[in-house]
């Protein structure tokens, strides 16, 4: 079963707007990740979050964490053609360390 | 960071068939290892958790006969699929989780897409 649900399920921009996903979770992690996928390609990481962590920042990527929530927040500022693509939050199942996926969001940024 | 590397990219076999992918851990050492399956527009669902030395842990509806599951050293597993149908056609991702890591990190391979004909 899903652990992680990305919110929204589809997102357009234009170009040089913030984009910004949300990723709830159902039982207690010890780290989140984020990954983004290119149409038929790989998933690329992006940045884990350790459930002692609340905030981090890799260059115009922003990801937040709320344990209390359950939930996490990607955002990317200043969005570019090149973004397009599903970003996926994955977690692990607390104390199984088994990661799994949410559906993703279909990100479209217009150039 | 840590590196997962799969092999081979795509694939296309005939049906029938039995095609091998193979996840290797690049820079560290992976007791466990994961396998995924993504259909086109969907999401990953695990397949099976594959640790080294030990019987895989299949997901509750994958069939253990059909997808074969090695995991004979600390840096790689093996993904057999065996007399492959049309319907196997996915895309097959792993990931292996560092062993050292305090906080079990995961890192994911690129993704092997296999199309059966």
């Known amino acids: 079963s899903q652990q992680g649900e990305e919110d929204p399920q589809a997102l357009s921009i234009q170009e040089g707007e913030n984009a910004t996903m949300n990723c709830s979770y159902k039982?207690?992690?010890?780290?989140l990740q984020w990954y983004r996928q290119n149409s038929g390609r790989g998933l690329v990481h992006l940045i884990l979050?350790?459930?002692?962590?609340r905030e981090k920042h890799s260059g115009r990527l922003r990801v937040t964490l709320d344990t209390s929530k359950k939930s996490s927040s990607l955002l990317i500022t200043a969005s570019r053609a090149a973004d397009t693509a599903s970003y996926f939050c994955?977690?692990?199942?607390?104390?199984?360390?088994?990661?799994?996926f949410g559906r993703g969001t279909s990100l479209i940024v217009h150039p | 960071g840590a590196v997962v590397s799969q092999h081979p990219s795509w694939v296309i076999c005939k049906s029938g068939t039995s095609v091998k992918i193979e996840c290797r851990s690049l820079?560290?050492?992976?007791?466990?290892m994961f396998w995924y399956r993504q259909f086109p527009k969907q999401s990953l669902m695990l397949m099976a958790t594959?640790?080294?030395?030990?019987?895989?842990?299949?997901e509750q509806g994958v069939e253990k006969d059909k997808f074969l599951i090695n995991h004979a050293s600390l840096t790689l597993s093996t993904l057999t699929v065996t007399s492959a149908h049309p319907e196997d056609s996915s895309f097959y991702i792993c990931?292996?989780?560092?062993?050292?890591?305090?906080?079990?990190?995961?890192?994911f391979g690129p993704g092997t897409r296999l199309t059966v004909l």
């Open positions: 039982t207690s992690i010890n780290n």
């Open positions: 594959s640790n080294e030395g030990s019987k895989a842990t299949y």
């Open positions: 994955a977690t692990d199942r607390g104390g199984s360390y088994i990661p799994t």
């Open positions: 990931s292996a989780r560092e062993s050292e890591s305090p906080y079990n990190e995961q890192f």
């Open positions: 820079d560290f050492q992976a007791t466990t």
């Open positions: 979050i350790r459930s002692n962590e």
